[in-house]
């Protein structure tokens, strides 16, 4: 709950993770904030904005939001960059060089996966791999204590290692309330912006080559240095007493995140005794420490979502030091989707040798398919309700996009042939406009705050290259799917208003209406009008998400 | 604990007064809950445990001792969660699923009666709009009456307490009203 957020020093209150995060980048003293927001993300940023002694941005996209993070850290500001998974992807083109250059400022990234897409289109991402390719600390909290916690030992890595930090949470880490006892808020006065200096270090602050190759180098000394620091931070646990009762020193599990929450309540429930390796360090992983609990095991059951990163890791090691263990994990313990409480269980017991009495589960035959919905009184049903009397849905083309109109990919809509990233419908409109000229009509749905992410580029990208998409940018007015944050084109304190409108003739978009579509013959007319076009053609159909006063 | 509903029943509501109220009598308390997409319109499904002390912030497979259901239909999606001895405290209220015929209540009733025989069915919607004149809050009366009954073995000053701590300003007066209500029909 949001006035937990400042509660006093020592206190015990509940927090969901996502509020817990933002505890304890208060509790490091954090003064410059930047998002995209993102489920399962969002209300890190939205809990940032109602605070005060600290910069908090809304971006425009992910990549702004860390270059923006990037500037502050440069300038010496504590700094956090949050998003969820996808908005890594659209950020790694400033991410890569910042793990080179390295930061001045403590700097602390938080990224938020989704397995099991609940709210995600796209894929099923695993942001744990990119800690391949960047060389960029990975810490993985499992609870809301450990998010706030983790989040303070994040910006002290950063802090002594001048690193970014990633701290990777999944859906069920950012949306768990549980109890967390404070600590100290950093004092206020620390927390002011703008007396910052940026000091000039050109040879610290350009990644131009050669210089470049020797910055690779520095990475891969300074991951050296943090793996020594892994092996012996108390985020990666040795533990294990969760069940009293059968026990063995031959088994051992080794897990992360909030899997570990489920191996401790599967172990309660089957009364087993195994050691535990809980790490808080995906990477760099503190090798000596699992050698150590590796050693003198038989069999370990590698417990973790998604990808088996740490079970193709700890093979290696294995190879190393116990020739003979049996490494056991993507075997027992499902890739696709996430984990849940029985899942676990019963790997557990399959892995132990104990018969698990699955409590059996009558299957239930009646369907209960209800799909989310267009909420009642969305503008969006008269946008969709006006193509469906403008042309024949078989004749048209549909491009889908990422926002609450995504939804018109599903009954009693079905318009929508694809649905990709955030802008892509209207980058893929021209490629399919090219590719099959004057012979099919498109049609393409793309939402105000999601035209500003990522649009434009693709709207330019048209207009240049020639092609003749029809676009329907959905505008009501706010960023609605992730909560009502703002965007560039509302008014928000003394900023100025960019009008979409002004964008798109900037773009020299020739064919242009602004339509409010309750006024459904005006908008029926313009859509076959402007599918006769040659060129480019933009409508902006402008009403308000019902949520906006 | 499982609670399923719909999309705007105020779930994640009831799951921070059940939380607030349970770490107040001393328990650990964990809850998950979900946002976005999934949230809209469609079927919600949150969960809250609370004891010495709690590990995991979801119920396992099975082991749920309550199952509240805020709408009948999607009672049937939370069997995943039951066994033999799971309560189903059954809010007597459909919302119709676009593209599929209502569910009627016998039929729905039957299918969980396979697993587990304690089921309460309660017109709370219908109680809640005859009484205060909002069904909305049918979800506060719910959990208000389970706990004068004894099915959530919490203290229902805690939950009036918590009530008073979560809901906003504007809203208090009329869960107050439902709080005393739920008293009332115990």
């Not at chain 1, 802008?423 to 021209?430: D, M, W």
């Not at chain 1, 676009?471 to 799917?481: E, S």
């Not at chain 2, 349970?22 to 969960?47: I, P, W």
């Not at chain 2, 004068?148 to 000053?157: D, E, H, R, S, Y």
């Amino acid at each position: 709950m949001f006035q937990n957020v400042l509660e006093k020093k020592d206190k015990k209150v509940i927090l969901l993770g996502n509020e817990a995060i933002v505890r304890g980048a208060l509790e490091a003293g954090v003064q410059f904030v930047s998002t995209y927001p993102g489920t399962p993300a969002s209300e890190i940023g939205d809990t940032f904005y109602r605070l005060q002694d600290l910069y908090f941005e809304y971006s425009t996209n992910e990549k702004v939001a860390l270059e923006a993070g990037i500037g502050a850290s440069f300038s010496g500001l504590k700094t956090m960059v949050v998003m969820k998974d996808f908005g890594l992807n659209v950020c790694l083109d400033a991410l890569f060089p910042f793990c080179y250059t390295g930061t001045k400022g403590p700097t602390v990234i938080v990224v938020a996966d989704d397995p099991s897409c609940h709210s995600s289109a796209q894929s099923e991402q695993n942001t744990r791999g990119f800690a391949f390719l960047l060389h960029i600390p990975i810490l993985e909290p499992s609870d809301s204590q450990e998010c706030k916690d983790f989040v303070k030992f994040a910006f002290e890595i950063s802090e002594k290692f001048k690193m970014p930090v990633l701290l990777r949470t999944t859906t069920r880490v950012n949306h768990q309330s549980g109890l967390v006892k404070l600590g100290k808020l950093a004092s206020r006065s620390s927390l002011r912006r703008g007396d910052a200096g940026f000091v000039k270090d050109v040879n610290r602050f350009n990644t131009l080559p050669p210089r470049v190759l020797e910055m690779h180098k520095e990475l891969l000394d300074k991951i050296e240095k943090i793996q020594e620091y892994s092996e012996k931070s108390k985020l990666n646990l040795v533990g294990g007493k969760a069940g009293r009762g059968l026990s063995s020193s031959k088994l051992g599990i080794i897990t992360s995140g909030v899997s570990y929450l489920y191996v401790m309540e599967a172990l309660k429930e089957l009364k087993i005794n195994l050691p535990i390796l809980k790490l808080g360090f995906f990477y760099p992983l503190p090798e000596r420490k699992i050698k150590n609990f590796i050693k003198p095991l038989k069999k370990v059951l590698i417990v973790e979502e998604s990808e088996p990163f740490l079970e193709k890791e700890i093979k290696i090691f294995a190879k190393e030091v116990n020739c003979g263990l049996k490494v056991v994990g993507k075997e027992l313990v499902p890739e696709i989707g996430e984990l849940k409480p029985g899942i676990v269980a019963q790997a557990i017991a399959k892995f132990f040798g104990k018969k698990f009495n699955k409590l059996s589960v009558i299957s239930n035959q009646l369907s209960v398919n209800r799909r989310p919905q267009l909420c009642q009184g969305c503008p969006y049903w008269l946008v969709f309700g006006a193509i469906k009397k403008a042309v024949k849905e078989k004749d048209v083309i549909f491009g889908g996009d990422i926002g609450c109109y995504m939804l018109a990919g599903v009954p009693p809509h079905n318009i929508q042939d694809y649905l990709f990233c955030m802008g892509s419908s209207i980058g893929i409109a021209h490629g399919i406009k090219k590719a099959v000229s004057g012979k099919q009509k498109l049609i393409t749905f793309i939402g105000d705050s999601t035209f500003f992410h990522a649009g434009i580029p693709a709207l330019i990208n048209a207009v240049h290259n020639q092609s003749n998409p029809l676009i329907i940018i959905m505008d009501n007015k706010t960023t609605a799917m992730t909560g009502h944050q703002p965007h560039p084109g509302i008014k928000t304190d003394a900023a100025p208003i960019i009008k979409i409108e002004d964008v798109i003739s900037a773009c020299q978009v020739k064919n242009l209406k602004i339509i409010d579509p309750i006024k459904q013959n005006e908008f029926i007319q313009t859509i076959r009008e402007f599918l006769k076009k040659d060129d480019v053609s933009v409508i902006i159909a402008r009403r308000p998400c019902k949520f906006v006063k | 604990m499982v609670i399923v509903g719909t999309g705007g029943q105020g779930l994640i509501t009831l799951l921070q007064i059940l939380a607030e109220a349970a770490f107040s009598e001393g328990y650990d308390v964990k809850t998950s809950e979900l946002h976005g997409l999934s949230q809209r319109g469609g079927s919600v499904e949150v969960h809250i445990r609370f004891g010495k002390k709690i590990y995991s912030p979801m119920v396992a497979q099975g082991s749920a001792d309550l199952i509240l259901g805020l709408e009948a239909q999607e009672c049937l999606k939370a069997i995943y969660f039951a066994n033999g001895k799971t309560i189903f405290l059954i809010n007597k209220f459909l919302v119709p699923i676009s593209g599929q015929k209502l569910l009627k209540q016998e039929e729905i009733l039957k299918n969980l009666k396979k697993i587990s025989k304690n089921i309460i069915l309660i017109p709370a919607a219908d109680i809640c709009e005859k009484e205060l004149g909002k069904n909305v809050v049918a979800g506060i009366y719910l959990i208000c009456l389970a706990c004068f009954k004894g099915l959530i073995p919490i203290n229902p000053k805690s939950i009036f307490k918590a009530i008073e701590k979560i809901v906003p300003k504007k809203y208090l007066d009329l869960n107050i009203k439902t709080f005393y209500l739920a008293k009332h029909e115990k």
